[in-house]
């Protein structure tokens, strides 16, 4: 099973800058995917960023401000998130999509982290 810890939320003014972490650890082969998702109140939960050994992929809705980037050595990745507007106030989501010991394939999420973007 593999935990992953978010960390970085929080109150920003708009036009601000954060940066969210997400630690993974646990028993796991490797991790093959690892991505951001957020979900505002009243609405679906949806993808923001992802990263693999392919590239990155980003929601239209954030491409060019936000940079997704990834530590393999410290399981980690990373969600800078820049000029950020009051509709990004979300809780965002850590998860990975990985290889368990034995080939199977599994998944994890993390418990959220609020970003909140206000004046």
């Known amino acids: 099973q593999v935990l992953l810890v978010e960390s970085g939320g929080g109150l920003v003014q708009p036009g601000g800058s954060l940066r969210l972490s997400c630690a993974a650890s646990g028993s796991f082969s490797r991790i093959n995917i690892m991505s951001w998702y957020r979900q505002a109140p009243g609405k679906e939960r949806e993808l923001v960023a992802s990263?693999?050994?392919?590239?990155?992929n980003y929601a239209d809705s954030v491409k060019g401000r936000f940079t997704i980037s990834r530590d393999n050595a410290k399981n980690t990745v990373y969600l800078q998130m820049n000029s950020l507007k009051p509709e990004d106030t979300a809780v965002y989501y850590c998860y990975a999509d990985f290889l368990r010991w034995g080939g199977l394939l599994d998944r994890s999420w993390g418990m959220g982290t609020q970003v909140t973007v206000s004046s």
């Open positions: 990263i693999s050994s392919g590239g990155t």
